[in-house]
């Protein structure tokens, strides 16, 4: 028979790293921490819009959208986000039916565009392939577009009850705290989901995994963990040892690498701007943009610059640069500004109506512009551009 727990962290400790790893400082067995834990959650689960009411069934949707918007976004800023793309896509075939472009434009502000076009495929995968119904497995949800394998544990246990151990940073941070794991991430990264796995119980493995995600956000936070009021302040070594704070090791990062391009902002008739889409897929994928050189590590020499300028123009530079963050790079962009008549001959390789087209200067805040151009607006409109 299935034992009521995963495997015991007493054999995760005899491991031969047991030296980077203690035991709780209380001895107590997973039974005892997950029941500590979930009656710590009865009265302090924080209240949630896409939560189910305690007793009640979890909406698969519900935790799926939820899931995928708060992944590298505070829960704050998803709040709105959830309650908007609930009003208007109120179930999985409704966000099916709707259009990718409709879907990126109430994404805007949340970022890391590749969610929505996941979030928009795997809705209609899902209609397509399942019959509107989530599968249940945590191997099947992960082999849908945007599901990883956090995800999936997430959404297998919220919402299928099935004892999936759901592993992100926060929960890393908890459970490197609870075992006083001394190994630095990322290659602690292992054995911080096997001992995870080891306190997910049988029953109730979705108020598990939400308690774990409520610890980690609200009281084992990153700077000053709130001891005193965990519901495993006894059974943490981490906190007997007074190394809590120094929990989980990381290297030291990298300085993210430099990255520059030279953006084209060419107005027509001087109340509209040319735009064109991206490839539908990599970096900012079928969104729109102002026309851009690719982004290397310096500007393009002159002769590349005029081959890629949408016309042979006097091209003016505008004064400063455009900076931008992305997860792996940073981001330093030039703009040249450029004007024509209302009847100018085609732009260089544009394509309108598919590739390009002319936008209103007022209409520019009704586009589904990422970050980063909109920043570009922003500076173009502000140097006279
Ligand atoms: Fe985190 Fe402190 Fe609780 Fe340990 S006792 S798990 S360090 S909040």
Redesign the pocket.
């Known amino acids: 028979m299935r034992p009521p727990y995963g495997p015991s962290y007493a054999r995760m400790a005899r491991r031969p790293t047991s030296a980077s790893v203690a035991r709780p400082a209380r001895s107590a067995d997973p039974a005892a921490l997950a029941r500590r834990l979930l009656a710590w959650y009865e009265r302090n689960r924080r209240s949630l819009p896409w939560r189910a009411l305690p007793g009640k069934a979890a909406d698969p949707y519900r935790v799926w959208l939820s899931e995928i918007m708060l992944q590298q976004t505070t829960v704050a800023t998803v709040g709105p986000y959830f309650g908007e793309f609930l009003a208007r896509w109120p179930t999985l075939q409704s966000l099916a039916a709707a259009e990718l472009d409709e879907v990126l434009h109430a994404w805007q502000g949340l970022g890391y565009y590749a969610r929505a076009r996941n979030l928009h495929r795997t809705a209609r995968l899902i209609a397509s392939e399942y019959g509107g119904r989530f599968p249940e497995s945590e191997a099947a949800l992960k082999a849908l577009p945007g599901i990883g394998p956090y995800t999936a544990a997430a959404i297998a246990a919220i919402a299928f009850g099935q004892a999936s151990a759901a592993v992100d940073g926060n929960v890393e941070r ?1 459970v490197a ?2 075992f006083a794991v001394r190994e630095a991430l990322p290659g602690a990264k292992r054995r911080l989901a096997a001992l995870a796995r080891t306190l997910v119980p049988r029953e109730r493995p979705g108020d598990h995994a939400q308690a774990m995600m409520d ?1 980690g956000a609200v ?2 936070t990153p700077g000053r ?3 005193s009021l ?1 519901p ?2 006894k059974d ?1 070594a ?2 007997a040892a007074g190394i ?1 704070e120094t929990l989980p090791r990381r290297p030291l990062r990298r300085p993210r690498p430099m990255r520059r391009g030279v953006v084209f902002w060419l107005v027509r008739g001087g109340r509209e701007v040319l735009l064109r889409k991206r490839p539908a897929e990599g970096l900012l994928g079928g969104l729109m943009e102002l026309p851009t050189t690719a982004w290397k590590g310096g500007v393009p020499p002159p002769s590349e610059l005029a081959r890629q300028a949408p016309l042979a123009l006097s091209w003016r530079p505008l004064p400063g640069v455009v900076r931008h963050g992305f997860t792996h790079f940073e981001l330093e962009l030039t703009v040249l500004a450029g004007s024509v008549g209302e009847t100018i001959e085609r732009p260089n390789g544009v394509n309108e109506g598919e590739t390009h087209r002319w936008c209103r200067l007022d209409r520019l805040s009704d586009v589904a512009l990422p970050t980063v151009m909109k920043k570009v607006v922003a500076h173009a409109l502000a140097n006279g551009g």
């Open positions: 908890v705290r609870l610890l009281v084992c963990p709130r001891c965990c495993w302040h943490c981490a906190r809590a």
